[in-house]
């Protein structure tokens, strides 16, 4: 069954972030019905975080948030990924590791 599945790639991504989850998704064959959204990492958070490609990312993904709580769209954070989940909003009150 085809499973929508988004990338959401800055400046700095790591192509293990990008790469591994792809194939990893690639291999699961069957995946649930909702679209699956994928933060990979950067190599350095502290510098590609703190571009204005960052805050147009953490905004958008700031709108998110009502497909998420619908369980319409489901997050997987790669690495520093998470904080870029975090910087936006999407991990408040929700237990996440990486």
């Given at each position: 069954?085809?499973?929508t599945v988004l990338f959401l790639i800055l400046p700095g991504v790591m192509a293990l972030d990008l790469t591994g989850p792809a194939e990893t998704l690639r291999l699961a064959g069957a995946l649930p019905?909702?679209?699956l959204l994928v933060v990979p990492g950067?190599?350095?958070s502290a510098i590609w975080f703190a571009t204005p490609?960052?805050?147009t990312a953490r905004r958008w993904l700031h709108r998110q948030q009502p497909l998420l709580r619908a369980r319409q769209l489901s997050l997987i954070c790669v690495c520093s990924g998470a904080l870029l989940a975090a910087q936006?909003?999407?991990?408040d009150g929700v237990?996440?590791?990486t």
């Amino acid at each position: 069954m085809p499973q929508t599945v988004l990338f959401l790639i800055l400046p700095g991504v790591m192509a293990l972030d990008l790469t591994g989850p792809a194939e990893t998704l690639r291999l699961a064959g069957a995946l649930p019905p909702d679209c699956l959204l994928v933060v990979p990492g950067v190599c350095d958070s502290a510098i590609w975080f703190a571009t204005p490609q960052a805050e147009t990312a953490r905004r958008w993904l700031h709108r998110q948030q009502p497909l998420l709580r619908a369980r319409q769209l489901s997050l997987i954070c790669v690495c520093s990924g998470a904080l870029l989940a975090a910087q936006a909003g999407l991990l408040d009150g929700v237990q996440c590791t990486t």
